[in-house]
Nanobody, 115 residues
Framework: QVQLVESGGGLVQPGGSLRLSCAASGITFSSYAMGWHRQVPGKQRELVATITNGGSTNYADSPKGRFTISRDNAVNTVYLEMNSLKPEDTAVYYC?????????WGKGTLVTVSS
């Protein structure tokens, strides 16, 4: 019933930009904190950015200043705008929704930063 569907991944050159979207259904979106995480094969999943239901944002050190997380409660969607992309940003990006004891994950979208 709960679905988080990521989109917007793809191949981009270093220094380029990309915007990821995560459309949520089956939850009261406005009451959930949302986040983006990423994972490289062989490594642990890493927090990228979070945004509370009140709009407060937090970023990991690496993407800070380059990425922007935002949400549009009217369309139950959270976004991750990625600028000045680096090869190190290559990963599968996962959407996350959290409220209290409940946590949900999307299936991920692949972002490849390469020339």
């Amino acid at each position: 019933q709960v679905q988080l569907v990521e989109s917007g991944g793809g191949l981009v050159q270093p220094g380029g930009s990309l915007r990821l979207s995560c459309a949520a259904s089956g939850i009261t979106f406005s009451s959930y904190a949302m986040g983006w995480h990423r994972q490289v094969p062989g490594k642990q999943r890493e927090l990228v950015a979070t945004i509370t239901n009140g709009g407060s944002t937090n970023y990991a050190d690496s993407p800070k200043g380059r990425f922007t997380i935002s949400r549009d409660n009217a369309v139950n969607t959270v976004y991750l705008e990625m600028n000045s992309l680096k090869p190190e940003d290559t990963a599968v990006y996962y959407c996350n929704a959290r409220r209290g004891l409940a946590t949900f994950w999307g299936k991920g979208t692949l972002v490849t930063v390469s020339s």
